[in-house]
């Protein structure tokens, strides 16, 4: 079975401290993406990567960095946490799939998610 | 900027009943729509998708509706079963980006 594995399913880190949420998969996937889930806004695309060592900001990169020097690791970097980072972070891969027609979809697979509480 | 609204937020349905859910996109240049379930303790899981260039897609229980045109989907679950119980996501796309809608609680009462 496919997967997208996040190391941590909960943290707790203190106002300050540098965070670094992993996330591996096993599926041979050019893309990888880190989502932010908070009640009410769906999911926020904060980074994504298309290949190693390339990396694109979503809509809510401040106060977020990344680093993809693997194929199949992509790691999400908080600097400096804040309490208004605490939140439910997604990592995803996904295999862009090109039909007959020429249309695409990126279809995304997900890992179960790291809850992050920033004290 | 681009954007998805879902609606409605919550929906609570008796086992057997149907459920809709709506969402209307904002970039018209969209042209995938993907349908995710998130239970409880889970990531989100793709349950149907559909591309620009078809108007209704159909697996088992679940279909799913595009109107280019109004940039309205939806997502139409038949026969629930207190197994759909969870939250519910639409997403837009072109190319790489995918915008989510604010998701939906659906919860089947026995």
């Known amino acids: 079975d496919v997967k997208v594995t996040q190391s941590s399913r909960y943290l707790v880190k203190r106002t300050g401290e540098k965070v670094f949420l992993e996330c591996v998969q096993d599926m041979d996937h050019e893309n990888m993406f880190w989502y932010r889930q908070d009640p009410g806004l769906g999911l926020r695309l904060i980074y994504f990567?298309?290949?190693?060592?390339?990396?694109e900001k979503g809509d809510i990169p401040e106060g977020y960095s990344v680093s993809r020097e693997k194929k199949e690791r992509f790691s999400l970097i908080l600097e400096s946490a804040s309490t208004n980072q605490t939140s439910m972070y997604l990592c995803a891969s996904s295999l862009y799939v090109t039909s007959m027609t020429g249309s695409g979809a990126n279809v995304l697979t997900f890992g179960a998610g790291s809850r992050l509480t920033v004290l | 900027g681009e954007n998805v609204e879902q609606h409605p937020s919550t929906l609570s349905v008796q086992e057997g009943d149907s459920a809709v859910i709506k969402c209307t996109y904002s970039d018209s240049a969209s042209n995938y729509f993907p349908w995710y379930k998130q239970e409880l303790g889970k990531g989100p899981q793709l349950i149907i998708d559909i591309r620009s260039n078809v108007g209704e897609k159909k697996d088992q229980r679940i279909a799913v509706t595009l109107n280019k045109t109004a940039k309205h989907f939806s997502l139409h679950i038949t026969e629930t079963q207190p197994e759909d119980s969870a939250v519910y996501f639409c997403?837009?796309?072109?190319?790489?980006?995918?915008?989510f809608g604010s998701g939906t609680r659906l919860l089947v009462r026995p």
């Open positions: 997403a837009a796309s072109r190319f790489y980006k995918l915008i």
């Open positions: 990567s298309y290949d190693v060592k390339m990396k």
